[in-house]
């Protein structure tokens, strides 16, 4: 029979955190819906007017030791975590909206909830955006910094994040990016180092893309950084570089919201089953900004390079040739303006069974990108956070333990990604675990039996 005993923690193994004091400054590139839905949400919880459904930090449990010690404490009170009264926020945009303004254009939100919040959200307006519209050719804001080259805009972002760290009292920061889909763009020589990329945005090379000068400033100023869209950003060498030399975390890339997260779901169980899968066919339609900045040809090449990797990478056709190797797989994204922020994902997958048989499974998903969206960047603030105050953490660059929230999870060069969300959850939990000297759960389950 199993032992009951419930077996303590190797506090010797376990990693040194720094304690979450003072206020955590959440800075923000793109004050769109994502960002004004998370922020609202925020100070709603705040207030005790809704729960922060969807948030693995703040109500995610996470088992510890033996299935019969019965230990399975909150996240948030099983790590340091910073508590949300501590946030304070500010951000960039091309457009001069205050908070409260973009999230009434947004729509995502009802009236009556923002109305609860608007004094808080409309004491935050953007700050102006580094943003050239060659890189997302449907928006022309024109809230934007002005300089002779992107050094220069770089610096006004560093300027910018000084200014914020003394005016807001925040003892740490974290960038999350939460602004709109660049161009297709491929690492190249101006990627591949410091000097090179600083050389390369003197010149204002046509390769440093708006994204890359806010990371850049960031990991500069020590501040972790997060990619929230499938832009390049931080997956080049020169921010893996700097993430490194600063302590300043990283990760990153695409939220994970919607269809792609349909897609880690369903796929791990037809591969867990071998089941073969003939054809994934995939079509979106949605009509906010996000939608019209992807309606731009090379918008959606970056968005689709995103969406296209997650089936291969879960399925692995080299390894089951047989169930994957013939798969067709198509990605299609269109903008609907009368759906606003309510995205609907559909696909038509055809997998096949036992003798080869065929078989058809259809999913509609009618989902509110923003609203799945918001918890994420919540967690990832919290964890970049947590990352930056852990003495294993914070000198590694790439967080891949949040591959989780990510539809292009970062990874160290050369080595292929976890798509499958149930492997990404395990490494997530394992890693907190391990972080406080825990036993790492395996689900071998054996020793009950004994």
């Known amino acids: ?143 934007v910094k002005k300089g002779k080259n992107k050094m220069e805009l770089a610096e006004q972002v560093r300027a910018d994040i000084r200014e914020f760290r003394k005016s807001s009292g925040a003892s740490r920061l974290i960038t999350i990016w939460c602004g709109s889909t660049e161009i297709f763009l491929k690492p190249t020589a101006a990627h591949q180092s410091v000097k090179a990329f600083e050389k390369a945005m003197q010149s204002n090379d046509e390769n440093v893309a708006p994204s890359m000068v806010y990371a850049y400033a960031s990991l500069m100023e020590g501040v972790p950084f997060a990619n929230g869209a499938p832009n390049l950003t931080v997956d080049l060498p020169v921010m893996h570089e700097l993430s490194r030399k600063n302590e300043a975390p990283i990760c990153g890339k695409d939220f994970k919201t919607g269809q792609t997260l349909m897609k880690t779901i369903l796929a791990p169980g037809f591969k867990a089953r071998l089941l073969g899968l003939n054809g994934w066919f995939s079509t979106n339609i949605l009509g906010n900004r996000d939608g019209e900045v992807l309606d731009d040809p090379g918008s959606f090449k970056t ?11 879960i399925l692995q056709p080299d390894l089951y040739p047989e169930l994957y190797g013939k798969m067709s797989h198509v990605v299609r994204i269109n903008y609907y303006p009368p759906r ?31 609203i799945l969206a ?33 539809k292009s999870p970062m990874t160290a060069p050369g080595l292929y990604p976890e798509h499958d969300l149930f492997i990404q959850l395990m490494k997530l939990k394992n890693t907190l675990r391990h972080l406080k000297g825990e036993e790492l759960i395996t689900h071998l389950g054996l020793e009950y039996y004994d």
């Open 340 to 370: 606003g922020d309510n995205k609907e994902g559909w696909d038509n997958i055809d997998i096949f069974g036992w003798l080869g048989y065929p078989m058809q499974i259809k999913v509609d998903f009618l989902c509110r990108d923003s």
């Open 1 to 143: 029979m199993a032992s009951r005993q419930k077996t303590a923690p190797n506090k010797s193994n376990t990693a040194e955190i720094q304690p979450a004091k003072g206020k955590l400054g959440v800075m923000i590139p793109g004050m769109g819906a994502v960002a004004t839905t998370f922020v609202a949400g925020v100070e709603a919880i705040r207030k005790g007017l809704a729960s922060p459904i969807g948030s693995l930090t703040q109500m995610g449990t996470i088992r510890l030791g033996k299935r019969t010690e019965g230990r399975s404490p909150l996240v948030k009170e099983f790590l340091p975590l910073a508590s949300l009264p501590d946030l304070v926020f500010t951000g960039w945009d091309p457009f001069e909206d205050d908070m409260y303004t973009a999230a009434r254009k947004a729509g995502v939100l009802e009236r009556e909830l923002l109305d609860k919040v608007k004094p808080f959200l409309t004491s935050i307006k953007p700050r102006p955006a580094v943003f050239d519209r060659n890189y997302v050719k449907k928006l022309d804001g024109h809230h």
């Open 303 to 313: 968005k689709e390079e995103s969406k296209l990797s997650v089936l291969e990478h």
């Open 374 to 406: 918001a918890p994420i960047v919540l967690d990832l603030v919290l964890f970049l956070d947590l990352a930056k105050r852990t003495s294993e953490l914070r000198g590694i660059g790439i967080q891949e333990w949040l591959s989780f929230y990510f």
